[in-house]
């Protein structure tokens, strides 16, 4: 396969090995994959309390300046 400039075609390099769609790759350690997953719940959990505060906070302008 080799095509005579050293390179040889149709082999993908192991850095460049797809993460999320390839199955579980060699040496990919298995608490990067809990770490991801820690991160997500993280994030979703922080956005919910967000949105709620904000929707409080709307709600709360919309009675304020219906008694107004």
């Known amino acids: 396969r080799d095509d005579g400039n050293g390179l040889i ?5 192991a850095t460049l090995r797809p993460f999320l769609f390839g199955g579980r790759g060699e040496g990919v350690d298995p608490q990067l994959y809990v770490t991801i997953t820690i991160s997500v719940i993280i994030v979703l959990v ?4 967000i949105f709620k ?7 709360e302008n919309l009675e304020h300046s219906l008694h107004m």
Request: avoid cysteine.
């Open 9 to 13: 075609l149709g082999e993908t390099p």
């Open 46 to 49: 922080a956005t919910g309390i």
């Open 53 to 59: 505060f904000w929707l409080a906070g709307k709600k």
